[in-house]
């Protein structure tokens, strides 16, 4: 499982020019099976995006195409994480 931290960078302002994009990124990966929540780094700081079934060079890949990162209006982290423990609803994500 993966975290994802999108920051904002100096080029926040340029974010509306490509929010379209963007949503439209995020959709892919919610179609795809990868991205399973999304939202806001508050306050104003960026997004979150949390992944599974994938690969990190297959998610490396997929975070490279965000229209935000393309941009540089945003810059990337992702977080392996290896979970042990997890709500029945969530029981999906543990190893």
């Keep these: 499982m993966f975290i994802i931290l999108l920051r904002?960078?100096?080029?926040?302002?340029?974010?509306?020019?490509?929010?379209?994009?963007?949503?439209?990124w995020l959709?892919?990966?919610?179609?795809?099976?990868?991205?399973q929540l999304?939202?806001?780094l508050e306050p104003?700081?960026?997004?979150g995006i949390l992944?599974?079934?994938c690969t990190l060079a297959q998610?490396?890949?997929r975070v490279n195409e965000d229209p935000f990162v393309e941009q540089r209006v945003v810059s990337?982290?992702?977080?392996?994480?290896?979970?042990g423990m997890a709500v029945p609803q969530l029981q999906f994500l543990v190893s």
């Design 27 to 35: 959709k892919r990966g919610f179609d795809d099976g990868i991205f």
């Design 8 to 24: 904002f960078s100096l080029r926040k302002s340029d974010a509306p020019t490509f929010m379209d994009a963007h949503k439209q």
């Design 76 to 83: 990337a982290e992702i977080i392996e994480l290896d979970p």
């Design 59 to 61: 998610l490396q890949q």
């Design 44 to 47: 104003g700081q960026g997004g």
């Design 38 to 40: 999304a939202g806001s």
């Design 51 to 53: 992944a599974h079934r």
